[in-house]
């Protein structure tokens, strides 16, 4: 990582901001108190919360820095080049700043909300099918190519092979998790267990190796062990990808996993310890807990490296940070449910976090029922009951029709 020039981090707002583009990343750590409560878990379970940046998500991070260096290097000229990339919001919101054209394309499984969002920023959307090969014409890293080749001034950043992918989370996500736990009231400042997913691995890859040089800085003692302890780096990866083992598949968890290995991944030690396979029910179940427990507003693959990181504290292997009191366990949630609002695993709110029913909720809804004298949701019948009564319809009568 040496030769590259560190940007300087940035803890909290000061002033005003030039543009949206500064309200990318500085993120805040948040206590995930009562999930780790309900799991029997001692250590400090901590979420990187990525849905507070500008364009609710850790992508941002890596289309700012791609697009800034690209400008430094004149690979990108304004009025002159136009951006072609698969997904995301991020590039979209940096392109909308900056005034460049921006063409994504999205894999068919992609959410809805997001194709909205993209277009609402200006971006031009090629949907691809989702069980395209990477390296096929029709996937969409070869939609981008083709457009790329014959569209003048077309330009693909490429999050894959970018050294600025991980560098972003090198330099910009790794030293604001070192600030929030140098400045917390924790006992320790240092990180026992960091999980976080892999897509292009530029998280992963950016966090571990800036963890394992501010190891390898640290002077060694003399046998009696250092004070900082070395940190155990997981990665999650969805079943259906290839990138953490097993056969590519079908998946709807989004913005994890892939059938291929990208370039900007390093996935093994020192820099991965050990990958985990997460599912789609289990990484769901997680990020409604999320939602619900903690009031966090995340996205799947949040439920993703929740339960992953969960599994693993309960594992033999784990045992020891997760019944340590003063062991920091951080995990990187990467977006929040905005983007899949419309999703039938998100609309399914009969359900509980556990994906049970659950008895005191009937309870409360019997209740209002039984004061309402009609069903929670029955607006029609409000109105029509007032018209056979003969009573006036009022405004709100009307509005709830
Ligand atoms: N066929 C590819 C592309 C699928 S979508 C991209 C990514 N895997 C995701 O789910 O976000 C593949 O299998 O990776």
Redesign the pocket.
Known sequence: MSGDTETQPQHHWQGVLSSALDAVGHTPLIKLQRIAQEEGLKCNLLGKCEFFSAGGSVKDRIAKRMVEHAEKQGILIPGQSIVIE??SIGLALACAIKGYQCIITL?A??SLEKEVMLRALGAEIVRT??????DSPE??IGIARKLQKSIPGGVILDQYSNPHNPLAHYYGTYEEIVHSLKTSDLPRKDISLLVAGA?TGGTITGLGRAIRDYEASLPQTNGNGSSHVRTTILAVD?E??ILGGGE????Q????????FPEVLDPNPPVVDKWLKTNDEEAFTATKRLIRKEGLFVGGSSGSALSGTIRYLHSSEGQQIAQDPNANVVVILPDGVRNYMSKPWFLETSKSPTGEDVGDKEDIKDTIKGILGRDLNDVGSVVQSKGERGEKLEKGDQLMV
């Open positions: 698969p997904t894999p499984k992609m099918p989702t069980e395209a090969a990477w996937s969409h897509g969805p259906g990808s590519p598949g079908n998946y968890v989004e913005g994890i996993g892939y059938d291929f």
